[in-house]
Each structure stands twice: as C-alpha cells, then as structure tokens.
C-alpha cells in the first residue's frame, strides 16, 4: 500500500496558491501528527477543493476520481491505528467526514452506526487527554460528530464539551461557525444545508451563554 498522496501529487487545482485564510493552526497541527495520516488528509483536503469547485462552476466530478479518492482515503485511515488520543480522534472525524460525502453524493441514507461508537469514544478519551488538537480542529471534530452522529448528538458530556469549545471562540452564530469549518475542511453543497438545521438548537444555546456572560 503506498501512504504517498494520491491526489493532492496530481495537481488537480491548479495554480493553488496559499489562501489568506489559511489556518495556521491547522498546518502546524499537521505538522505533529504520523506523516501517513496528514498525507490522507491532504488527499481529503483535495477532494474537499474539487467538489466546492464543481459546485460553484456547475460542473459533475468525474466519478472515477470520485470512486478512486474515496476508496483510497477510506482504505488507509482504516489501515492505520494511532496510539494518541489526538491523532485517533482526527483519523476517525476523517474517516466520518469521508462516509458521509460518499453517503450523500451517491443519495444513499445509509448510517455507520459501529464508526459512529468508535467516533465518540475516541472523542471521550480526547476530552480526558493532556494533548489535543488546536482548537478549530477540535471544534471541526466535534461538529462532523455531532451533525453525523446516530444518536442525534446524545452524549451530554460532548454537547457540553461543543458549547465549551465555541465559548472558547466566541462562536454564537452559524456564520462564525461556517468560517471555523470552512478553514479546516467542508464541502459547501454537501453540508451547508443540514448541518445548519441540525446545530440550530446549538448555536442558539452559545447565542444565550453569550448573552449572559456579555450582559
């Protein structure tokens, strides 16, 4: 198996340059982790790209670089067991972000009920870990949990752990929150939609913590 980039070496956006926006947390964060899995992710970062371009130009992905990109990111987070709390947590949030574009592309209402358990308890064993990611990585994590989760977000100590973590930010409305996701990695068209339906009770809970701690 090679651990190589598979699309981001094919230059598939071309005259890629960096982005202002650029998440400096997250480069540095990628930058700790086992170099096999930052390579995946910037495979699903590529992906990312592509499917935003396709949809703001109208244009279909070709569904052999659809079927290929997906087979390969999900084969080699699946081949990889990390030991860190931090590092497991990211491999299993990519690996929950990837199903869920393969799910929704393909219109299929599938639900990864044994990926959504491992999903969680490696977000409890995070909550309890000396090390973890920088915070909008971390806020990422916690929201592809809490808008794919089976349970609909059942886990209380995580639904605390999400209004901590936006509290941190200062993140009350869907708007500072989309800014945070897009600067980690989101795909507009797939996403936007019902995520923004799902974290409304969220965000009107941060909206009035906010307000108190304002007022």
């Not at 703001?56 to 390969?72: C, D, W, Y």
């Not at 977000?153 to 009350?172: F, R, S, T």
């Amino acid at each position: 198996m090679s651990w190589n980039p598979y699309l981001s070496s094919q230059d598939f956006v071309r005259g890629k340059r960096k982005h202002p926006d650029t998440n400096h947390d997250m480069e540095a964060f990628l930058k700790t982790l086992d170099p096999r899995l930052s390579n995946v992710w910037r495979d699903l970062e590529e992906f990312a790209k592509l499917s935003n371009i396709a949809s703001q130009t109208g244009r279909k992905l070709q569904p052999n670089i659809f079927s290929e990109a997906m087979v390969s990111i999900l084969y080699r987070l699946l081949a990889l067991s990390p030991e860190s709390a931090s590092e497991n947590a990211f491999r299993l949030g990519m690996m929950t972000f990837a199903a869920s574009i393969f799910f929704r592309w393909r219109d299929m209402k599938q639900r990864q009920a044994y990926l959504d358990d491992s999903f969680t308890d490696a977000l409890i064993e995070l909550k309890k870990a000396a090390t973890r990611p920088p915070s909008t990585v971390l806020l990422w994590l916690l929201m592809i949990w809490r808008t794919n989760s089976v349970q609909g977000g059942g886990d209380q100590a995580i639904e605390g752990w999400i209004l901590e973590v936006m509290d941190g930010l200062a993140i009350c409305s869907w708007s500072e929150l989309h800014n945070v996701l897009k600067s980690v990695l989101w795909v507009d068209c797939l996403f936007d939609a019902s995520s923004k339906r799902i974290l409304e009770p969220t965000l009107e809970k941060a909206a009035r913590k906010g307000a108190g701690v304002d007022s």
